[in-house]
């Protein structure tokens, strides 16, 4: 309980004053934008009135209506939190409740002390607490993980079918959130329930976890169908094949896998095949090396210890087994994830690892124990100072240098708009799509005609005149991001009447627009 506290306490202290309530990646406003509008009864927006001046990355745009095309799993539960205007809150809290989940789960498959020792781990593990700073899937993903396979557990220790049904439940909450990560859950419980002792008919409980992970799974269908209409058509496909062409986003092999991010270095090669796969492997396995625990002696030491040890057990076999498996299905999909939180697409793998250091730990003081006095007490006071270290030194130099204004987004607009008293008015963003103008556009109101301040990119001479003409009545103050005055947001002009606009652009110095230009989507 104080482990989860504090992992609750410090995700909370992470978010407020590093990640500042903010987003930083393309992905989070395309699960806030959702968030807010299911907060308020809607499965999509309005139209905006000029659909190239609110254009955003991973929203999709339509002739009445624009919404996220991401899995509505992780905005639902986003919403409860944007219900009390607090969605920064979700993930903290949630990176507490999976603490708790974490230990109940290791005490069916370790004694107490190991439990406790990988609990600990956990807690001062930098990948578990920024994953519970930020607004991304992958925590309420472990949480719904973790609940599926504590209950597997149980139906394995009690035999009652009551476990698979709510295993079955958690299962399809995962798809729900992050469908590939579902059908790898779901695969790994299937087998491990097929152990479960004392019926007659083995495939009864997994029929009933099957039964219940579609029961779940399902209520995507019909937000399919109102979105793309096609049951079966995820928004999130229909998004990649229409913007980036057919196929992009399917998992398997080809030359027509991705979306050509190869000039920024996020998919080094054209398509996806076997170099791919390697080269995805090596930069997660060194992701989690590094950000696992923090230490400077690498932080799957401790499990390389374990594995050639010859002291594995049956528990540490299935560790090994949910770590195989995530990571062998995340290699027929053709992007790593990128370097935003660690190897954040293998993130179901932390507990496992988590757990395996631990066994590692006590494997160690036991034969330390059996060649030297207080052998296994200098093993914990070594793992002690290491942890230590992790909290005092690698995670505030980690945070202040990386997830600090991270990819140079800021919540600077948020402070202007009280300060200015910008009230009700339109706001023009000169820079980029990302991070200028995404940046401030999280701040916009669901109702682009609400009485508060509505910011547009101001992408073009053309863009801008036919946004002027949709609000004739709003004082227009106009804004350059960071990626210009490479500070924070400034405020050029305004108040000004939208007929002086012209004028004012005039006598501002010119910026290039990106290059090569961002997609219109």
Not at 53 to 62: I, Q
Not at 223 to 244: C, H, S
Not at 374 to 402: E, H, Y
Request: positive net charge.
């Amino acid at each position: 309980l104080l482990l989860a506290g504090a992992v609750a306490f410090i995700a909370v202290l992470l978010c407020v004053f590093v990640y500042q309530r903010h987003p930083h990646i393309p992905d989070e406003i395309s699960y806030l934008y959702p968030a807010r509008y299911f907060a308020a009864g809607m499965l999509a927006m309005p139209a905006p009135p000029v659909w190239d001046g609110f254009n955003l990355d991973l929203m999709t745009y339509e002739a009445t209506r624009w919404y996220s095309p991401v899995p509505p799993g992780w905005p639902a539960m986003l919403a409860l939190g944007a219900l009390v205007k607090a969605p920064w809150l979700v993930n903290p809290l949630l990176g507490g409740v999976d603490t708790l989940l974490a230990y109940v789960f290791l005490r069916e498959l370790y004694d107490r002390r190991t439990a406790r020792v990988a609990t600990a781990l956990l807690a001062a593990s930098p990948w578990y607490l920024f994953m519970a700073m930020n607004f991304t899937t992958h925590t309420f993903s472990l949480t719904c993980a973790l609940g599926a396979a504590l209950a597997v557990a149980w139906l394995r220790r009690t035999g009652k079918l009551r476990w698979a049904w709510i295993g079955g439940f958690a299962i399809g909450m995962v798809s729900l959130v992050r469908p590939l990560e579902g059908f790898a859950v779901a695969g790994l419980l299937g087998l491990w329930a097929l152990g479960v002792r004392g019926r007659s008919l083995r495939f009864s409980p997994v029929v009933a976890l099957a039964v219940g992970s579609v029961v779940i799974g399902a209520a995507t269908l019909p937000y399919n169908k109102y979105l793309t209409g096609e049951a079966r058509k995820f928004p999130i496909m229909a998004y990649t094949d229409r913007y980036y062409g057919p196929g992009t986003n399917s998992l398997g092999f080809g030359p027509n896998r991705g979306v050509n991010w190869s000039a920024s270095g996020l998919d080094p090669f054209p398509g996806h095949g076997l170099r791919d796969v390697l080269v995805n492997a090596d930069l997660n396995t060194s992701s989690v090396n590094v950000e696992l625990l923090g230490w400077g002696t690498g932080s799957l030491l401790l499990i390389g210890v374990l594995v050639f040890s010859g002291g594995l057990r049956p528990s540490d076999y299935l560790m090994l087994a949910v770590v195989a498996g995530i990571v062998g299905i995340h290699s027929f999909y053709w992007f790593s994830g990128g370097p935003d939180f660690g190897a954040r697409y293998w993130y179901l793998i932390i507990v496992p690892c988590i757990a395996l250091a631990a066994r590692a730990i006590g494997f160690l003081e036991g034969r330390l124990a059996a060649t030297r006095v207080q052998g296994g007490a200098a093993v914990m006071a070594a793992v002690v100072l290491l942890c230590g270290s992790t909290l005092v030194n690698f995670i505030p130099w980690r945070s202040a240098d990386k997830y600090f204004h991270y990819r140079n987004m800021r919540p600077d607009v948020r402070e202007l708009a009280g300060n200015r008293g910008f009230g009700r008015s339109l706001v023009f963003i000169r820079g980029r799509r990302h991070p200028d103008y995404a940046s401030a556009a999280v701040y916009n109101p669901l109702d682009l005609q609400a009485d508060a301040p509505v910011y547009a990119w101001d992408r073009s001479a053309e863009v801008r005149v036919r946004v002027l003409q949709a609000y004739p009545d709003r004082p227009v103050w106009i804004l350059n991001g960071p990626t210009l005055t490479q500070r924070g947001y400034e405020v050029v002009s305004g108040p000004l009447s939208p007929d002086s606009v012209a004028a004012a652009e005039s006598r501002l110095p010119p910026y290039e627009p990106p290059s090569p230009p961002a997609p219109l989507y």
